[in-house]
């Protein structure tokens, strides 16, 4: 037995040795588990960069802790392993932008 | 001579415009076939009108949405009840349902699912009837009065329930899977009848008539199979494609079923999509929730409006509702907030505790009779002595100076 592997899809998260068959990614579908990021109505979550943060934070001139928030325990957060003090770029689609960024930080 | 895709990708690449602007500029551009300078002459113009199609700064913009939402609001009716377009499923309508959504409440008055099936391959759920009826009797709450016939025999003290045999068929249930359900409910003597078809037979744990009665009342209550909480499943065709409809939402263990396409399966109860899917997805569900709800009575309001309501209400990770408990309770200022509702309480309490109001906001500056900060009111100048902005402008050049020998 042995299985193909292709890269369909990212695998998101920081991968736990006992959780490893969970993400095996097959055929570019992950067989084992459905993601949240996959539903038509949950939009880009991505963790940002130092480097990248900064320039957003300087484009706008405030602090992070002036961005709107998302909780730790938000089914998503927890799903791309975000840790408080994070900062997440989400990727909205969006009807009078077609694409709009947006971004929160992680809080209790 | 027109230009080539490629020098007009890089002449709009780092436009600030939003990504559909620069898509809809590309196309007409890309037919029309322009040259270089009438290029730079059209970008000019589009970046002008941009900008003036712009909101100005110190725009008040949670005025005008305000206004934009409620105005078309008192056109609404007051009391609707309607079905969803699916046979007999009933949805709050109208003001009710856009106060309830604004208020996020935790569970509307009329929960109700769309579930959409897998339709991976020709044969998957959403093409096959038979698939699609067994999902829906397997999701389907059945209770007792469902499937039987309960009559109390007082003077044997035990309840009789005679099963129909075509309706546990059609719900794909046996007496078997009754009998134990009871069982692990109750806590109770269940026994199959021997000498009847089809026939259980209940007594209560100590022959008493009040036992019995009680009992008589909570074997209604017991889900038998199906998810607790869905009352009922509609199934409808669409196209090609089947889809189920339920009055009652539990999205959590509906997306546990095999043959639920688990990226297209909604509820219009926010909260509960706030629980599974997460914020953003909370937000999105706001804004699909009002703007439905907004043109199924016949108006229209941009979506930006809408759109300001859903970020306020999610800007702090949960689902806040506009009002005392939410957004107006959670103002910085007294007197905004003693101006929204509750006003004695609000100031009996700042007085107790010795509040400072910091007159920042629009409302308390209305109150004291202060200019607001908006429009022109925000605008403030600050002037600085000549002598000081020679020496400033001296002392910037020195620096540079210093950096470029430096190098």
């Known amino acids: ?108 | 001579m027109s230009i080539s895709e490629a020098t007009i990708d890089s002449m709009i690449k780092d436009l600030p415009l939003p990504s559909n602007i620069l898509n809809a500029l590309k196309a007409d551009v890309i037919k029309a076939g322009v040259s270089k300078k009438e290029m730079e002459e059209i970008i000019e113009q589009v970046m002008e009108e941009y900008h003036t199609s712009c909101m100005e700064p110190c725009d008040a913009a949670g005025v005008v949405a305000a206004q934009s939402i409620g105005e078309p609001g008192t056109q609404m009716t007051m009391r609707t009840f309607h079905y969803a377009g699916v046979a007999e499923i009933n949805v709050t309508l109208g003001l009710p349902r856009l106060i309830e959504i604004v208020d996020a409440r935790k569970i509307p008055s009329t929960p109700m699912m769309t579930i959409a099936l897998s339709k991976e391959h020709p044969e998957d759920y959403a093409y096959d009837r038979e698939k699609t009826r067994y999902l829906a009797w397997e999701i389907e709450a059945t209770k007792i009065d469902h499937i039987a016939d309960v009559t109390t025999d007082l003077s044997q003290m035990k309840l009789i329930i005679d099963l129909h045999e075509k309706a546990m068929e059609g719900r794909n249930i046996t007496i078997d899977q009754v009998k134990e359900k009871f069982n692990e409910e109750l806590n109770v003597m269940v026994t199959i009848s021997p000498d009847i078809d089809n026939q259980i037979i209940i007594a209560p744990g100590e022959p008493s008539y009040r036992e019995l009665l009680q009992l008589a009342k909570s074997i209604h209550n017991v889900t038998l199979k199906g998810i607790e909480g869905i009352k009922r499943v509609v199934v409808r065709k669409e196209g090609e494609e089947y889809t189920l409809y339920t009055e009652g939402s539990a999205l959590r263990e509906v997306l546990q079923f095999e043959g639920v396409d688990k990226t297209r399966t909604s509820t219009n109860n926010i909260n509960e999509i706030y629980e599974v899917l997460g914020i953003e997805a909370a937000r999105n569900a706001i804004i699909k929730e009002a703007t439905d709800t907004l043109r199924e009575q016949g108006l229209t309001v941009d979506i930006r409006h809408i759109m300001l309501v859903a970020d306020l209400m999610t800007c702090d990770g949960e689902v806040k509702q506009i009002g005392r408990h939410g957004i107006s309770g959670e103002k910085a200022s007294v007197f905004a907030r003693a101006a929204f509702e509750v006003t004695v309480n609000h100031l009996l309490d700042a007085g107790m505790r010795g509040d400072v109001d910091q007159l920042q906001g629009v409302t308390e500056n209305i109150i004291v009779g202060q200019p607001i900060r908006m429009g022109t009111g925000d605008v403030h100048l600050i002037s600085r002595r000549r002598d000081e902005i020679e020496a400033a402008i001296e002392a910037a050049e020195a620096a540079e100076a210093a950096e470029a020998a430096e190098e």
Do not use: C, N
């Open chain 1, 1 to 108: 037995m042995f299985f193909i592997i292709s890269g369909g899809k990212a695998i998101r998260g920081k991968i736990r040795p006992d959780k490893f068959f969970e993400y095996f990614i097959f055929g570019g579908k992950d067989l084992t588990k459905f993601s949240l990021l996959d539903h038509e109505s949950v939009p880009k979550h991505e963790i940002m960069s130092e480097g990248e943060l900064k320039s957003v934070l300087s484009k706008y001139s405030i602090e992070k802790e002036q961005l709107p928030k998302i909780k730790v325990q938000d089914p998503v957060s927890k799903e791309i392993g975000a840790v408080v003090g994070d900062v997440v770029k989400i990727t909205r689609k969006s009807q009078t932008a077609g694409e709009a960024e947006y971004y929160r930080l992680v809080i209790e």
